[in-house]
């Protein structure tokens, strides 16, 4: 659908009570799916890249697949038209795999970081909450 402009188009939804979401981020109807991009509401708003500002460096294609693993919850009505889709998945698996193909991706430095930070984590392996600072919680499906 992210390659049609017009949601009446998509013959796949319920277009009055379509909502979309992705790790149980905000609700988008059609016209917000269009109007934010699929792809956007996908990756979301991070820290890593928010667009192409300075240098841009040249890595040579490698034929290497990125996969990632998540799943999705579909409500459909009686006609089996899509209402509501619902898409949960890690997308630090993305971030990951891009680092390896390659290590001047401009994110690279904040992935040093995270794992740099790893060491102050608790018995349990999972990191100290800060209450004073933002964090985006992530869980991962396998």
Not at 7 to 13: A, F, M, R, S
Request: hydrophobic share 30%; aromatic share 10%.
């Amino acid at each position: 659908a992210n390659h049609k402009v017009d949601p009446h188009q998509w013959l796949t939804i319920d277009i009055d009570n379509y909502r979309f979401s992705c790790n149980d981020q905000q609700k988008c109807n059609a016209y917000d799916t269009v109007k934010l991009g699929t792809y956007n509401l996908l990756i979301g708003q991070t820290n890593y890249c928010p667009g192409l500002s300075g240098l841009l460096d040249k890595v040579d294609p490698t034929n290497k697949m990125i996969e990632i693993y998540g799943m999705c919850k579909t409500t459909i009505n009686k006609n089996y038209q899509i209402q509501d889709l619902q898409v949960f998945y890690d997308p630090n698996q993305l971030f990951t795999q891009l680092i390896e193909i390659s290590s001047f991706a401009p994110f690279a430095r904040l992935n040093f970081q995270a794992s740099s930070q790893s060491k102050l984590s608790n018995q349990n392996g999972k990191m100290p909450i800060h209450k004073e600072k933002q964090q985006s919680v992530i869980c991962t499906i396998l």
